[in-house]
Nanobody, 116 residues
């Protein structure tokens, strides 16, 4: 079965950096588009970034463009999100996502808190 396990969250000051990781298993990771989403406190889950199977294309929400970088390692079935220049508004639970046959799969999420 599809499993996605996020890690790397934590507490960071504004302007700081974090690198999130997502370990994937149970599906053909190397042929799948992968995404990151986040859910700020009291708000709906929102899309953050996506990457194609061979890393040829990436796409970002306007709110994180030029600050976040999505990447992947298909040999290790790992997805990453490098987050620089963090803002208080980036505080959220971050989720790894894959859509397989019209079904969305999610990890348990990792908490990112940006606070001074």
């Amino acid at each position: 079965q599809v499993q996605l396990v996020e890690s790397g969250g934590g507490l960071v000051q504004p302007g700081g950096s974090l690198r999130l990781s997502c370990a994937a298993s149970g599906f053909t990771f190397g042929s799948s588009v992968m995404s990151w989403y986040r859910q700020p406190p009291g708000k709906e889950r929102e899309w953050v970034a996506a990457i194609t199977s061979t890393s040829e294309f990436t796409n970002y929400a306007d709110s994180v463009k030029d600050r976040f970088t999505i990447s992947r390692d298909n040999l290790k079935n790992m997805l990453f999100l490098q987050m620089n220049g963090l803002k208080i508004s980036d505080t959220a639970v971050y989720y790894c996502n894959v859509r397989r046959q019209r079904v969305d799969y999610w990890g348990q999420g990792t908490q990112v808190t940006v606070s001074s």
